[in-house]
């Protein structure tokens, strides 16, 4: 399960995505999952699959905290717990329940952890724990495996190029001049500075472990950043959710014009980046690269050594005790 991306905290959207009595279904990393409110209003998730006959627990419906299967009604609480097992009052459920995910709601964001028994909390950026600070988001799809669409987050020789009209266009006239990029190790993953001609930019990002970008572009005396996260669908589709937070122009009704700022220059990189091949990032030395390409390079090694093969087993099921379980 959750291959190649096993035993991480992803964001997968705002804590306000999970409406109380909604199942919200989503795939991550190969596996259906599906969120809701437990009893205490707790976001919490489980793996869309009914332990009974596989079927999708999100086309079922919420009530009270619990989520019904819609093939035979069994419910299940935010644990997985078997509440109810219709026709079979004898049944015990202990063995009956549906496999939790953890969850938390942390900075405004709703989080999954990709495996069953986190060892860390997920880390969050500042920027979303500052009480000043509005944030707006929305999610686009591509077509492209989920390292392709990181590495472009992290890229910024392409600017110039690719973002002319939007984010690039401070970055000078594109080509023939140099740009110098360093990339910081810290703790939640690496700070990327440039330089062009020598002059440092105005703006950096932070690469945050696993999967997340954030662009601090903070005008004079303001706070502006643009966040991605790139979320693996499966192998050949990535969900992007996008977050701009800033301090200023705080209206929600303003939400619209940055979130269509956002998806104006994601949209300016979508067909770029859906048209590399290979699908998924070669490891070796298959690609030709140079000295700015520095980021994507640490991030493949990033990759490679924490990702790339890892995997999670589900707990395995007690056994039926009951003389009427089978
Ligand atoms: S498949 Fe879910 S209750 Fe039967
Ligand atoms: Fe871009």
Known sequence: MFENFANVWTIVGLASDVIAGKPLAMRVAGE???????????????????????????????????????????RFDGAGRNCHVPWNPDAKTDHLGAHALPVREAGGLLWLFTGFEPTLEPSVSDTFLLRNAVVCGQCVTWRAHWTRVMENMLDMPHLPFVHRKTIGKQVGPAGGRRMDLAWEEQPFGARVWGKVDGAPRPSHLEYRYPNAMELFIDPPGKLLRLSAICIPEDEATTRLVLL???????????????????????????????????????????????????????????????????????????????????
């Open 32 to 74: 259906r999952v599906v969120f809701f409110r437990d009893g205490a209003g707790k976001a919490v998730a489980l793996m869309d699959q009914c332990p009974h006959r596989g079927v999708a627990l999100s086309l079922g419906r919420v009530s009270h905290g619990e989520i019904e299967c819609p093939f035979h009604g069994w």
């Open 244 to 326: 701009t937070a800033r301090n200023f122009a705080r209206s929600s009704l303003l939400d619209p014009v940055f979130r269509w700022m956002n998806r104006r220059i994601a949209r300016e990189d979508q067909q770029i980046v859906e048209s590399s091949l290979p699908a998924v990032i070669p490891l070796g030395g298959q690609e030709a690269s140079v000295r700015t390409d520095a980021p994507t390079l640490a991030f493949r090694r990033i990759y490679r050594q924490k990702l790339l093969g890892g995997t999670v087993v589900a707990p395995a099921r007690s056994e039926p005790t009951g003389s009427g379980d089978v």
